[in-house]
């Protein structure tokens, strides 16, 4: 039976033409299912390509597993497990890019990963069903290509669920540098770059400061960021993009059903769509900064100063927040200490960890309603607990949560610790608030889904007004209190935090900061 369907397997074999040098596929295989099904695979693989060769003598010790090895060279990245789901496209990338097609960076980054110097050897565990995996699979795959003295193995832990548990591994991607643990969650090249190399921090700190200064400033990448710079870059304004990770929160989005035209997409592909589009303009698209302050300007049509750490700034003429915002948490003793050791935020990247255990999912919203269903068929059981008397979710929600066998439901219940025994949770603590009951659940998981906190502790001291919950106080133009600052998306009092009315009030502040831009002009010239 063939692994790859008919319409996988012809993406493929058109993906597979831009190898040009030849590889092997080393695997090391052993009694189980899942090594037949590997070796299926990779044949299938090699018969789309005379430049692919399979080889069965591995001798890695995790098997099933293979290698991708450039012939006679020492370039390759390997695979424990069967990369399909979503590291489909970190497979697809490995074979072209160690048959030789070039690896699609910035080519100063490129040099950099090039001139770390060192032995390193990343292992990454990571679940098929996890979206922010493949970011952090590719970034590593690729730096393996560039710098051979730099190896990664992907290692899939739901195949490998011993070694998973005993390095107490509950949250995914999780990265390990020569066999100590080195980063947890979404990373980029970037990232993984400027760990590795001492003076990344200097040298990106100096091409900020070289920037001349901009017409307008767009501070977030997720779509009211994406939307703003766009629409201003239209106008013929010199537009800077700067943030964190490109995407913001759609990132951590697996299905988005609701966005007008576009029936069904994910995420990271949403996301890679907005980057494409930004891409199409003369937009400076500055990666991996996070802003620490604003010094806004001391006279109408002056230049605002944003500050990333310590030394470096950005100048601009006009500045639109889009930060966007986070996971919100509960704020009770041991959530710190055990994120990460079984709380967490994601049910699709780490469900599969908990596989066969009792979990709780914080949050009777829509997220946390969905949350709970999709982890009922991987856990053993799940209960859900609920702030308030009533859960908020939809209906249609509740209905199908309630029709679930091994989920129960908690309302009136306010968490009140976190237990563990020092490596991991064990338990949790809540109270009742209708008696004022204390109770105690055991369990070895916590998924937080009560909401989230706009991006803005930052802008604190700045003279912007922020509302009551931290959110950018702004009119239905995006203005916020002060001339030349603009607001867009969930970190602002826009009503309704979707990725629609988010683009929507990135394009109202935009052509907001046009009009200022313009007036302000005329001023100074008159």
Same mark, same amino acid.
């Given at each position: 039976m063939a692994v790859l369907d008919s319409a996988l397997t012809e993406q493929l074999s058109q993906l597979l033409t831009k190898v040009v040098e030849p590889i092997e596929l080393v695997a090391s295989l052993d009694e189980r299912p899942k090594s037949t099904e590997m070796l299926g695979l990779l044949q299938e693989i090699a018969a789309l390509s005379d430049k692919i060769t399979v080889r069965t003598d591995g001798t890695n010790e995790r098997r099933p597993s293979f290698e991708i090895i450039r012939t006679g060279t020492d370039v390759g990245v390997r695979f424990a497990g069967i990369p399909l789901g979503h590291e489909f496209s970190s497979l697809v990338l490995a074979l072209v890019q160690v048959g030789g097609n070039p690896v699609k960076e910035d080519a100063?980054?490129? %040099? %950099?990963?090039?001139?770390?110097?060192?032995?390193?050897?990343?292992? =990454?565990?990571?679940?098929? =069903?996890?979206q922010n995996c493949p970011t952090v699979v590719q970034a590593l795959n690729a730096m393996s290509v560039l710098n051979p003295r730099i190896r990664h193995t992907a290692v899939e832990g739901s195949l490998f669920q011993d070694e998973v548990k005993s390095k107490n591994i509950l949250t995914v991607p999780q990265v390990y540098l020569n066999g100590e643990p080195f980063a947890t969650g979404r990373m980029d090249m970037a990232d993984f770059a400027a760990k590795l190399d001492a003076g990344a921090g200097a040298k990106a700190a100096a091409k900020l400061n070289e920037r001349e200064p901009y017409e307008v400033l767009v501070i977030g990448q997720g779509p009211a960021g994406a939307a703003a710079s766009i629409y201003t870059a239209r106008k013929g304004f010199r537009t800077g993009l700067v943030g964190e990770r490109f995407g913001g929160q759609v990132l951590d989005t697996m299905a988005i059903e609701n966005f007008i035209s576009v029936p069904h997409t994910e995420g990271p592909k949403f996301a890679a769509a907005?980057? %494409?589009?930004v891409g199409e303009y003369e937009i400076d698209v500055i990666k991996n900064q996070g802003a620490t302050a604003l010094v806004p300007a001391t006279t109408e049509g002056g230049l605002h100063t944003v500050t990333f750490g310590e030394? @470096? @700034?950005?100048? @601009?003429?006009?500045v639109i927040i889009a930060t966007g915002a986070k996971w919100r948490l509960m704020g009770v003793p041991g959530e710190e200490e055990y994120r990460n050791k079984g709380v967490t935020f994601c049910p699709h990247c780490d469900g599969p960890l908990f596989k066969g255990k009792r979990i709780a999912v914080i949050g009777g919203g829509n997220s946390g309603v969905e949350a709970a269903i999709d982890l009922a068929g991987i856990v053993d059981h799940v209960t859900v607990i609920e702030f308030m008397d009533e859960m908020r979710a939809d209906g249609v929600l509740q209905d199908k949560l309630r029709s679930m066998s091994n989920v129960d439901v908690i309302l009136g219940a306010q968490t009140t610790e976190v237990v563990g025994d020092g490596t991991q949770v064990t338990s949790l603590k809540y109270k009742v608030r209708a008696t004022g009951?204390?109770?105690?659940?055991p369990l070895s998981g916590i998924f937080v889904q009560i909401g989230l906190l706009p991006t803005t502790d930052w802008l604190r001291d700045s003279g912007v007004e922020l509302a009551a919950r931290g959110e950018i106080a702004v009119n239905g133009r995006g203005e916020t209190n002060v001339p030349g600052v603009f607001a867009a998306g969930d970190c602002s009092t826009i009503p309704y935090k979707q990725i629609v009315v988010a683009q929507g009030s990135g394009a109202s502040a935009a052509l907001s900061a046009f009009d200022y831009l313009i007036r302000t002009k005329q001023a100074v010239e008159a």
């Open positions: 100063d980054l490129m %040099q %950099q990963v090039k001139d770390i110097d060192g032995d390193y050897e990343f292992t =990454t565990y990571m679940s098929l =069903t996890c907005l980057e %494409q589009h030394d @470096a @700034a950005l100048k @601009a003429r006009s009951e204390l109770k105690e659940l």
